[in-house]
């Protein structure tokens, strides 16, 4: 029987956005598959370990408690630099799947590493991090391409941008999207909607850390003219998320564009709450510039609502181009015409199927078993 460890001592519980949503989604799947040829075993940290206890339950599952805690990033990398291999040895692994980009860059003594890499973001955006930040991630993705066995991209962009950037065999590639689980019938009470001030289908909505390439601002732009266009679609937005630096920027641009009370920074929701606003918003806007995946697009379009996106990076890809876009995603005259005569393409609704977390699951079992 193989074993196979999965290191998550990383997770910090809404701190790290939809990574957090795929991992767990991915483990879900496991679950559901019910493998008797593979005993996994849940690396976790002193601090995260209420997160799994639940999986301790589970035939297939085993949680590992390593001496490290997740809220303390420096010992932890430490941790898993100086004291992960010795660890998995210690418990006959010789197997590890690594959720985000980072593996030890110590001697990995014979342990087979599977490292996904989410985006180059870094790369792309070097000026949202520290110089010592990106430097750190850059030797981090560098490191897992060459010293992983495989190295897992989440869609075809990435693994695109990973073999141009680094110049690696593409078989060491392998593209595997990202699991996406949503129960569409597990939404919080409408009456919730009081509480951000909102009605029914009179709101539009966004999921989105608060960073530049998200490019919130053009929304706050496009809703400053429906407002002068005295639409009577100018309509409220909600923006739930977290991480980023853009949070007084974004409501000193609100103030300034007389729309106090009508852009509302959720921060971070629970999964009921966030499908009760994709379900309930008029329209979900997306205006991203930058993904690796794009799953807040994929989970709104399984709740049959609008919605209205960018044609940038991944995102075409996993949307499987079902969804209405922009051409100049730094248009706000375009998104607001958009946002006019914004409707459900037929099909749209079905494009999370791709994503069930069993398929991504079994995908993900295959790489493991060849």
């Given amino acids: 029987m193989s074993k196979?460890?999965?290191?998550?001592?990383?997770?910090?519980?809404?701190?790290?956005?939809?990574?957090?949503?795929?991992?767990?989604?991915?483990?879900?799947?496991?679950?559901?598959?019910?493998?008797?040829?593979?005993?996994?075993y849940l690396v976790v940290a002193r601090d995260n370990?209420?997160?799994?206890?639940?999986?301790?339950?589970?035939?297939?599952?085993?949680?590992l408690v390593a001496d490290t805690c997740c809220a303390d990033q420096k010992k932890r990398v430490f941790w898993q630099n100086i004291k992960l291999c010795r660890f998995l040895r210690q418990n006959g692994i010789d197997q590890c799947f690594e959720p985000i980009y980072g593996m030890p860059f110590t001697n990995v003594g014979g342990i087979r590493f599977y490292t996904v890499i989410h985006d180059l973001q870094a790369i792309h955006y070097p000026g949202y991090f520290s110089a010592a930040r990106v430097l750190w991630m850059k030797c981090s993705w560098r490191n897992a391409v060459k010293k992983s066995y495989r190295v897992i991209a989440i869609s075809d962009y990435v693994?695109?941008?990973?073999?141009?950037?680094?110049h690696v065999e593409p078989s060491k590639i392998k593209r595997i999207y990202d699991a996406v689980d949503v129960d569409i019938n597990h939404c919080a009470e409408v009456s919730r909607l009081e509480k951000f001030g909102v009605q029914r289908k009179r709101f539009y909505y966004t999921v989105s850390s608060l960073l530049p390439h998200k490019n919130l601002s053009v929304l706050i732009y496009a809703l400053q003219r429906l407002k002068e266009a005295n639409s009577p679609e100018f309509l409220p937005l909600l923006v739930s998320g977290v991480g980023g630096g853009q949070e007084d920027e974004l409501r000193a641009l609100v103030k300034k564009c007389g729309l106090d009370g009508k852009v509302r920074l959720t921060g971070f929701v629970g999964d009921d709450v966030r499908n009760l606003l994709y379900?309930?918003?008029?329209?979900?806007?997306?205006?991203?510039?930058?993904?690796?995946?794009?799953?807040?697009?994929?989970?709104a379009m399984a709740f049959g609502t609008p919605v209205i996106t960018t044609e940038e990076t991944s995102i075409p890809e996993v949307t499987e181009n079902l969804c209405e876009t922009v051409q100049n995603p730094t248009d706000?005259?375009?998104?607001?015409?958009?946002?006019?005569?914004?409707?459900v393409i037929p099909g749209s609704r079905d494009v999370i199927r791709r994503y069930a977390p069993s398929l991504i699951a079994q995908e993900y079992l295959q790489m493991w078993m060849e």
Wanted: hydrophobic content about 40%; glycine content about 8%; overall charge positive.
């Fill in 332 to 343: 706000p005259e375009e998104w607001k015409k958009k946002i006019l005569s914004a409707k």
């Fill in 4 to 40: 196979i460890a999965i290191d998550l001592t990383w997770l910090r519980h809404g701190k790290v956005g939809g990574t957090e949503a795929s991992i767990f989604n991915l483990l879900h799947g496991l679950e559901k598959i019910h493998c008797t040829e593979v005993k996994f």
């Fill in 49 to 63: 370990v209420p997160l799994f206890q639940s999986f301790g339950n589970i035939g297939s599952f085993h949680v």
């Fill in 159 to 166: 693994r695109n941008d990973i073999i141009s950037r680094y």
């Fill in 279 to 299: 379900k309930e918003c008029k329209v979900f806007l997306f205006p991203s510039i930058f993904e690796g995946f794009g799953m807040p697009a994929v989970e």
